[in-house]
Every structure is written in C-alpha cells, then in structure tokens.
C-alpha cells in the first residue's frame, strides 16, 4: 500500500532557516508503522531527511514527532490506524523545544525542566548491608512514572509551556512525583515545598488532559501533578493562591450547591493582595459592561442542601 | 580542544557505571555517546539481572557454574568467578541508587525464574529492567554533574606510539570534528546487532566500538557466537523477554505440542538460549511452525498477573500485532538478539592497546562464552564497568598529558571530506542491508561450511561495492547520512570477524551449532577465536586462538 507523507523541513544553515513543507509518496507494508515510513524514506529516496529513532520498540523513546499535529511516538503509530483511507499524513517536530534540523529537536528544554526536581534519589540513611525495605506495593505504584521514557511527547503539546516557558512541564513534575512517593526518599517535605513555592512548580497547571493524551507510556503526567498538589496541601503548604482557589472551590459549592465566581476571583488572589486585585479591577468592569459579571451576592441552587449531603456522605466514606 | 582523565565512549549501563566509579574518585571524567545517555539500547533488557545473594540461600558458585554450563564451557572461568561473587553487590548497590526492584512479602528483593539456571536468582523491574536501571544511573550522572558529550560520533580513536590517548568525533548538532584528549578511554559502545537483518536490536547497534578498537589493533575474540533470542515477535522481530517463560509461559507449535519437551525434559521452556532456538528452528523446518513461527503461550497464567509483572510485553502484543496475550498464544520466532564476542579484556576490562578499557556488550571477558544466560548482561555491564573504571583510574597515575594528537584530525578531516566529495553512488542503508541478511543467512540457528562460505562470499562483494556509497547529504547540522555510511564501514569490520571466526571453528558449541559438525570438541576446539584486523591477509583477518581458563569446573557433556 502508499502512504502520503507531508514533513516539514528545516535547515539551519544550508537553507538560511527557512522551514518549508516537503510530500514523498512511498510503497510500504500494510503493517507499517509511521517510523518505517520514514525510515524507507530516509533510506531509499531523500538521505538529507533528519530524524532521531533507535529501538522501533517504544522503549528507547527517540521518535517522538506530531502526526496530524498531535506528539507521538511513530515507532509504535501504524499507519492504517492514522490513516485508514490512505489520507496524507502531517509530519512535524515536536512543540515547545527549540527544532534542530527537520524532525530533530533540541534536547536542552526537556533536560533542563527535569534538573530542576532534584531528579535523583535523597536517601535518609544507606543501610549497612543489603537493600532498602519497603513493600512491593509501594515499590509498584512507582512504576507509573518508571514507565516514563523521556520522549518528551507532553513537553511538546503541554498548552501551558506553550504561554509559559517557565513551567517545569508534566514530565519532570512526574518525575518529583516518583521522588515524593518512594519511601526510600527523606526529603519528601522540601520536595513538595519547593515544587509548591516555585514560580512554574505544581499550580501552574491547568489540567488540559493534553499531556495525559499523548502519553505513549501511560505515565499519565496530570493526574501526577494532580496528586502532587494534594500531597502538598496534606502537608501544610496552604500559601498559594492555587490552594486559596481549590479552597473557595470546595467552600462555595458546598454552601451554595454551585460555583460563587466572584469570590472564587478574589479568593484565589487573596483579600489582602492588593496588587492582584488591581489587576483583577479592570476584568471586572470589563464584565460588568457585556453584562457578564457573576452576581455579588451568589444564587444558590434549588437544592443546595442536598449538595451539602453529598459532600459529608462522600467526606464520610472517605474517612 | 577538549581533554579529559577519564573518556567513556557509550552512556548506555556499562558506560554510566563506570562514569559514577571515576567522579566518585575525583577524576576528571566524561562520556561521549552517538545518542543521549537515556536512548542507550541497555533500555531494552526486559526481563532482569542475575546476583546470588547468600541471604536468600543462594551461593556465587551456583550462579558461576550454571553460567559456565551455560556458555558450553567457553566462558573463562576466572572471570565468571569475579562477576558471580561481584554480583549481589553490584544489584544491592543499583537498589541503593534508587532501582525500584520488585520485592517479595517481606519487603526484600524478590526474584524470578530464567533460563538456564537451577535457582530463581533474576531481579528484576516488571519487564523494564534494563530501562528502569538505565534510567536511575543517569539521575546519579546528574546529581554528579557528569560531563557528557551527546550526540557525539566518533569516528577513530588517536594511538601513539601504540598507546590510546583520546578521540576523534564529529559533534553531530554542527557537523564539526573535535580532538577530545584522554589519558585513558573506556569502551562501552554496546553490540554489533545490526551486522544481522533481522535484529531485536536497536538501529544504533552497529558495532562502532568494536570496530574502533579493532582497527586500533584489539583482537575480536569469540565472534562466531551469536545469540538467537528464542521469542521475538513474529513479523516485528521485537523482544520478548525471556521473563514470560522464567513467570511460566509454555513454547507450543502448530500441534499444540510443548515441543522442549523432548530436548530439555528437566528445564523444558527454560533450557539455555541456544538449546530453544534451535529447537524451535527445527520445528519450523519440520513443517510444525505456522508461518515461520512458534507460539508462546502465556493464558494459563490470567489477565492479571501478565499485566502486572509484563505489562510491557502485553503493551507490545496488542499495540504491534494486535494480540491480547490473555486470550491468545502469541506467535514468536528465534532472531538475532547478542553478540557474546567482542573485544578481548583481562578481568579489568584492559585490552592490548595501553590506555584502552572495554566493558559491556561490545567488550568478551569472557562471562558468556558460547552462549549468554539471559540477565546475565546487565549483570556483566556493571560489575565490568565499574572494575574498568577502577583499573583505569590506577593506569592513569602514571600517564602524563599529550600534545601531538592534534596530527590526527587533519588527516581524519580529509577523509570525511573526501566521503562527501564522492560522486553519487550506492546508498548505505541498500548496501547495510545486502549484508546484513547475507549474514543472518550464513550465520544463522544453524549453520555449515557452505553456509557461513556464502557469508564470506556475500562479504566480498559488499566490501567491493564500500568506496562507491555516496552520502547524498552534505550538509553540516545534524547529518545521520554521513554517520550511517561511517557506521556501514564500521559493521563490515564486524562481519569480517563474526565470518572469520565461524570459518575457524571446526566444532558445535553453544550458539555456533554446526550441521556439518554437530559434536562439541574439547580436545582440539576449547579455545577461544581471536581475530585481529590486517590489510595485508586475505578478507584482512588474521585469526589465533587463546586457551580457556579452567579454575574448578571440567567441562562435561551439557544436559538442559
């Protein structure tokens, strides 16, 4: 069968850095992944293709590139299943990291994100003989993040790297969180102070689920991050306006069986924060002119106590 | 110009460890590796590394013995001594680092069955093992600040006065060719699998560092021994790690047969490496295949156990050929997976060449003989990694710096100008590709006079087609058509050996299964191949053979 390929190029300096769209039309075998596509390109019609792949087994994760515009590893993308009806195929390097040549990106952002996790174990103590004891389950549980093979596909489509280049990035938070979690490591209080305090750390994101999507590893970076961030809290870290937010989530909704915004606005910046709610000031009047501007006094749903019951049968369930 | 104590050509286990021997003593120290540390193909070691801890009832001598059983008494036994009483260190120590290790109720490590072996001795993380330990030794390169040179291609190693004393490389993000001085370099660029089409290897695994050391004048010895892995998957040739049988998955053919039955009675599906491909090969070539497969049948052992302790396995079954492991067997073959030969090392990873270490894959102690005991390469990769940093750090106390290796570079530099300026020819990757199955059909499960005389024949004219392949990009950045046509030139050096070595051989050991010889010939053949590279002999080889340490084991007659 043929397979439709349409690759973005780019030449940093036998082509003044001009990136352009190159087609190739190539016979393979019905069974073919999108890496042997391009690897039969890269070895029987145009040698000046650049890509990065190794293991063609999703394990060494070289090959992660946007299909159709979303990351992937192509090694384990067959073609049929991206494109069953013979459509063309949208090739192009990954997002958020600096591009190299064609498919090849730069390494740099994705390792300086994970440097900034103290990414190594922090032991208390190195027993005198043999290992650390802890329990199979709690070893298993690690797995999740062990999983991950730094492909760097949820750096690449992460819609707040995209805004917010200082984010650490689901990858290296996933990272922390393997730390955070592994009862061999002593540090488990300042790790998530720190990834609670730092500008980028664990409240910058916005729970888009992209970096859960693409995810060739099931790591599942959110719910990492997620989990981070409740860890945090249990832990006494209460001073972020990312706590102040879950905290007027939960308050306004049990009071009033739905969502006060105004207050959640004013909450999350905290009352006291003058400058933040300056900059929240013109939002407001902004609002207030389409006619958008939620109540001050909040509605409260027909049936709010109910909504009230439901939290103390679930509160209750959980203790 | 660069200089450094201590250079590390590899950044996959064998490399990384000894990296974090030399910072730990304050050498100065970095690695230079073709790809990223993490994109190593030490990832794709699946199912686990092999220690006998005392504690668990295990003795170093079960381990030592079933090792050398295992390699069909080639293994020098000297050095599997070292490496079996090294071995429950070596694997506490990677624990210690942070390895996520399954362990048992009691919260220790725990084990699993492989092949080959009496005892369950196989630590091991899911089926990641290689992965999960690759993956913590570069977070120590990081809490140490090791200083690596990534995706840097070395192209030759500079000797004086027959002495190592550095690199030349090519720093593939701008094309540029560097002198990287060293007082000692350690090689630990991995295997040579790509020689072989197929492969379970990655496409990095092309012999680069057995060839550099080859040409600098390192015999290869043992090259003849390939391991086929007896179950990668049909049509992908994928791995399937042997940790699907050591959990208890049966070998059935196209009658449903458990076929090992009637080679390996006691060890049935865990019989050595060798033992199984053969007997699946001869299935196949019996007509109880089904297309050019065997099953691998993991059902009885339920959805959740294969989940939870191979998952990986499970992921690659359904995502490449779309089988539920728990439903349904899945169809495997032998293919192409090891080289037990490589460059020949004293127990201390030094080569012939002063200044040279070697450790890892590309390296031959000897541990592994004629044939490689599953979870024993891990194992090999990191206890010689770390004693190769360590003789390395006492050689380098008596070395001085070096000024003149900056001759080199010109001469180098012409000669990959010189690839570039060729006019347009041959592709590398249609001529790779000639070889590489001329190889696996020459050197296969099975081979004879004939057979392996095709190789060389098929060697002969890939070695005449080399000066007309062409590198169609000339550009500076990034420029994989130029390091391909450098790699082919590197897997001919390879083939040249694993050839050379096979046509020397007049016996069956281990993986090197003759048709034409079947019996194993201890009088005159327990020895080891070396091949040394010379242009003046004929397929510039010269091959001689070296006796096989016996410490305390005689060989016997091998009985799985």
Same mark, same amino acid.
Request: hydrophobic fraction near 40%; aromatic fraction near 6%.
């Given at each position: 069968?043929?397979?439709?390929?349409?690759?973005?190029?780019?030449?940093?300096?036998?082509?003044?850095?001009?990136?352009?769209?190159?087609?190739?039309?190539?016979?393979?075998?019905?069974?073919?992944?999108?890496?042997?596509?391009?690897?039969?390109?890269?070895?029987?019609?145009?040698?000046?293709?650049?890509?990065?792949?190794?293991?063609?087994?999703?394990?060494?994760?070289?090959?992660?590139?946007?299909?159709?515009?979303?990351?992937?590893?192509?090694?384990?993308?067959?073609?049929?299943?991206?494109?069953?009806?013979?459509?063309?195929?949208?090739?192009?390097?990954?997002?958020?990291?600096?591009?190299?040549?064609?498919?090849?990106?730069?390494?740099?952002?994705?390792?300086?994100?994970?440097?900034?996790?103290?990414?190594?174990?922090?032991?208390?103590?190195?027993?005198?003989?043999?290992?650390?004891?802890?329990?199979?389950?709690?070893?298993?549980?690690?797995?999740?993040?062990?999983?991950?093979?730094?492909?760097?596909?949820?750096?690449?489509?992460?819609?707040?790297?995209?805004?917010?280049?200082?984010?650490?990035?689901?990858?290296?938070?996933?990272?922390?969180?393997?730390?955070?979690?592994?009862?061999?490591?002593?540090?488990?209080?300042?790790?998530?102070?720190?990834?609670?305090?730092?500008?980028?750390?664990?409240?910058?994101?916005?729970?888009?689920?992209?970096?859960?999507?693409?995810?060739?590893?099931?790591?599942?970076?959110?719910?990492?991050?997620?989990?981070?961030?409740?860890?945090?809290?249990?832990?006494?870290?209460?001073?972020?306006?990312?706590?102040?937010?879950?905290?007027?989530?939960?308050?306004?909704?049990?009071?009033?069986?739905?969502?006060?915004?105004?207050?959640?606005?004013?909450?999350?910046?905290?009352?006291?924060?003058?400058?933040?709610?300056?900059?929240?000031?013109?939002?407001?009047?902004?609002?207030?002119?389409?006619?958008?501007?939620?109540?001050?006094?909040?509605?409260?749903?027909?049936?709010?106590?109910?909504?009230?019951?439901?939290?103390?049968?679930?509160?209750?369930?959980?203790? | 110009?660069?200089?450094?104590?201590?250079?590390?050509?590899?950044?996959?286990?064998?490399?990384?460890?000894?990296?974090?021997?030399?910072?730990?003593?304050?050498?100065?120290?970095?690695?230079?590796?073709?790809?990223?540390?993490?994109?190593?193909?030490?990832?794709?070691?699946?199912?686990?590394?092999?220690?006998?801890?005392?504690?668990?009832?295990?003795?170093?001598?079960?381990?030592?013995?079933?090792?050398?059983?295992?390699?069909?008494?080639?293994?020098?036994?000297?050095?599997?001594?070292?490496?079996?009483?090294?071995?429950?260190?070596?694997?506490?120590?990677?624990?210690?680092?942070?390895?996520?290790?399954?362990?048992?109720?009691?919260?220790?490590?725990?084990?699993?069955?492989?092949?080959?072996?009496?005892?369950?001795?196989?630590?091991?993380?899911?089926?990641?093992?290689?992965?999960?330990?690759?993956?913590?030794?570069?977070?120590?390169?990081?809490?140490?600040?090791?200083?690596?040179?990534?995706?840097?291609?070395?192209?030759?190693?500079?000797?004086?006065?027959?002495?190592?004393?550095?690199?030349?490389?090519?720093?593939?993000?701008?094309?540029?060719?560097?002198?990287?001085?060293?007082?000692?370099?350690?090689?630990?660029?991995?295997?040579?699998?790509?020689?072989?089409?197929?492969?379970?290897?990655?496409?990095?695994?092309?012999?680069?560092?057995?060839?550099?050391?080859?040409?600098?004048?390192?015999?290869?010895?043992?090259?003849?021994?390939?391991?086929?892995?007896?179950?990668?998957?049909?049509?992908?040739?994928?791995?399937?790690?042997?940790?699907?049988?050591?959990?208890?998955?049966?070998?059935?053919?196209?009658?449903?047969?458990?076929?090992?039955?009637?080679?390996?009675?006691?060890?049935?599906?865990?019989?050595?490496?060798?033992?199984?491909?053969?007997?699946?090969?001869?299935?196949?070539?019996?007509?109880?295949?089904?297309?050019? *497969?065997? #099953? =691998? $049948?993991?059902?009885?052992? %339920? +959805?959740?156990?294969?989940?939870?302790? /191979?998952? &990986?396995?499970?992921? !690659?079954?359904?995502?490449?050929?779309?089988?539920?492991?728990?439903?349904?067997?899945?169809?495997?073959?032998?293919?192409?997976?090891?080289?037990?030969?490589?460059?020949?090392?004293?127990?201390?990873?030094?080569?012939?060449?002063?200044?040279?270490?070697?450790?890892?894959?590309?390296?031959?102690?000897?541990?592994?003989?004629?044939?490689?005991?599953?979870? *024993?390469? #891990? =194992? $090999?990769?990191?206890?010689? %990694? +770390?004693?190769?940093?360590?003789?390395? /750090?006492? &050689?380098?106390?008596? !070395?001085?710096?070096?000024?003149?290796?900056?001759?080199?570079?010109?001469?180098?530099?012409?000669?990959?100008?010189?690839?570039?300026?060729?006019?347009?020819?041959?592709?590398?990757?249609?001529?790779?590709?000639?070889?590489?199955?001329?190889?696996?059909?020459?050197?296969?499960?099975?081979?004879?006079?004939?057979?392996?005389?095709?190789?060389?024949?098929?060697?002969?004219?890939?070695?005449?087609?080399?000066?007309?392949?062409?590198?169609?990009?000339?550009?500076?950045?990034?420029?994989?058509?130029?390091?391909?046509?450098?790699?082919?030139?590197?897997?001919?050096?390879?083939?040249?050996?694993?050839?050379?070595?096979?046509?020397?051989?007049?016996?069956?050991?281990?993986?090197?299964?003759?048709?034409?010889?079947?019996?194993?010939?201890?009088?005159?053949?327990?020895?080891?191949?070396?091949?040394?590279?010379?242009?003046?002999?004929?397929?510039?080889?010269?091959?001689?053979?070296?006796?096989?340490?016996?410490?305390?084991?005689?060989?016997?007659?091998?009985?799985?």
């Amino acid at each position: 069968m043929q397979v439709n390929l349409k690759v973005k190029r780019f030449d940093p300096v036998d082509s003044g850095g001009k990136t352009w769209w190159q087609e190739y039309t190539v016979d393979i075998h019905p069974d073919s992944t999108v890496l042997d596509s391009l690897i039969h390109v890269r070895e029987q019609v145009d040698g000046t293709l650049a890509l990065r792949c190794a293991c063609r087994a999703s394990i060494c994760g070289s090959c992660g590139m946007k299909v159709n515009g979303g990351a992937r590893l192509v090694c384990k993308t067959r073609v049929v299943d991206v494109a069953p009806n013979g459509e063309q195929l949208t090739i192009e390097p990954m997002g958020n990291q600096h591009v190299v040549r064609d498919l090849v990106i730069s390494l740099d952002t994705f390792f300086a994100q994970i440097k900034r996790v103290q990414p190594f174990l922090q032991p208390g103590f190195v027993p005198d003989h043999g290992e650390y004891t802890a329990s199979n389950e709690s070893m298993e549980n690690l797995l999740t993040s062990m999983n991950c093979i730094m492909c760097g596909c949820c750096v690449s489509d992460c819609t707040v790297l995209e805004v917010d280049s200082n984010f650490i990035g689901p990858a290296a938070l996933a990272k922390a969180w393997r730390f955070t979690e592994d009862p061999r490591d002593s540090k488990r209080d300042e790790r998530l102070k720190a990834l609670n305090d730092e500008d980028g750390g664990i409240w910058d994101c916005t729970r888009c689920m992209k970096c859960v999507e693409v995810c060739p590893k099931g790591v599942a970076p959110m719910d990492r991050i997620m989990e981070l961030r409740e860890a945090a809290i249990e832990a006494g870290n209460t001073n972020t306006s990312g706590y102040h937010h879950t905290e007027s989530f939960y308050n306004s909704v049990k009071k009033n069986g739905r969502l006060d915004e105004t207050r959640l606005a004013i909450d999350s910046a905290g009352w006291m924060n003058i400058p933040r709610l300056l900059d929240l000031a013109p939002i407001g009047i902004a609002a207030m002119r389409k006619g958008k501007l939620p109540p001050i006094r909040p509605h409260k749903s027909e049936n709010h106590n109910q909504v009230k019951r439901l939290y103390e049968s679930v509160e209750g369930e959980s203790k | 110009m660069y200089e450094h104590d201590v250079l590390i050509i590899g950044g996959g286990l064998a490399g990384l460890r000894a990296a974090v021997e030399v910072t730990k003593h304050g050498a100065d120290v970095a690695v230079i590796s073709k790809v990223h540390p993490v994109r190593s193909h030490s990832n794709a070691a699946q199912g686990g590394i092999n220690a006998p801890l005392t504690d668990r009832g295990d003795d170093w001598e079960g381990h030592a013995y079933d090792t050398i059983k295992g390699s069909d008494f080639l293994a020098d036994q000297d050095a599997v001594e070292i490496m079996s009483r090294e071995a429950g260190e070596a694997v506490l120590e990677l624990e210690r680092m942070g390895v996520i290790f399954s362990r048992g109720d009691d919260g220790k490590l725990g084990t699993r069955r492989f092949g080959g072996q009496k005892k369950a001795r196989t630590f091991f993380v899911g089926a990641i093992t290689g992965s999960a330990i690759l993956h913590v030794l570069f977070e120590q390169s990081l809490k140490l600040g090791l200083n690596v040179y990534e995706e840097w291609f070395v192209t030759k190693l500079v000797i004086e006065d027959g002495v190592c004393r550095g690199v030349i490389a090519i720093d593939l993000k701008t094309g540029d060719l560097h002198t990287i001085k060293a007082k000692a370099v350690i090689m630990a660029a991995g295997g040579a699998g790509r020689v072989f089409e197929p492969s379970t290897n990655a496409l990095i695994c092309t012999g680069d560092g057995l060839s550099l050391a080859y040409r600098a004048g390192a015999p290869l010895m043992d090259m003849e021994m390939i391991q086929y892995h007896p179950t990668t998957l049909a049509r992908t040739g994928i791995l399937m790690s042997e940790a699907a049988r050591g959990e208890g998955a049966y070998l059935l053919n196209s009658e449903g047969e458990r076929f090992m039955e009637k080679v390996a009675p006691d060890y049935m599906e865990l019989a050595s490496r060798d033992v199984v491909s053969r007997a699946e090969q001869t299935e196949i070539n019996e007509g109880r295949g089904i297309d050019g *497969n065997v #099953l =691998l $049948d993991l059902r009885h052992l %339920g +959805r959740e156990f294969i989940e939870q302790r /191979l998952g &990986y396995l499970q992921e !690659v079954s359904v995502e490449f050929l779309g089988i539920d492991m728990a439903e349904q067997p899945v169809p495997i073959q032998p293919g192409m997976h090891y080289i037990m030969g490589g460059i020949k090392t004293t127990v201390d990873g030094a080569t012939i060449v002063p200044g040279l270490y070697a450790a890892g894959e590309c390296a031959n102690v000897s541990v592994h003989g004629a044939n490689r005991l599953g979870a *024993n390469s #891990l =194992l $090999d990769t990191v206890v010689f %990694g +770390r004693r190769s940093a360590a003789h390395a /750090l006492e &050689y380098i106390k008596s !070395v001085g710096s070096n000024s003149k290796t900056e001759e080199d570079l010109a001469t180098e530099k012409a000669r990959l100008q010189a690839l570039l300026d060729r006019p347009t020819g041959e592709r590398s990757a249609t001529v790779r590709d000639d070889m590489a199955r001329g190889m696996t059909k020459g050197i296969g499960v099975f081979r004879d006079q004939a057979s392996m005389e095709g190789a060389l024949e098929n060697l002969v004219n890939i070695k005449s087609r080399l000066p007309a392949v062409s590198v169609e990009n000339k550009g500076k950045v990034f420029n994989t058509d130029l390091m391909f046509a450098l790699e082919l030139e590197f897997m001919v050096d390879c083939a040249d050996a694993v050839v050379a070595g096979a046509l020397t051989r007049k016996e069956s050991r281990g993986a090197h299964f003759r048709t034409d010889i079947t019996e194993r010939d201890d009088e005159n053949w327990l020895k080891h191949t070396l091949v040394y590279r010379d242009e003046t002999a004929e397929h510039d080889t010269r091959v001689e053979t070296s006796p096989v340490s016996i410490t305390q084991w005689e060989p016997v007659r091998r009985v799985y």
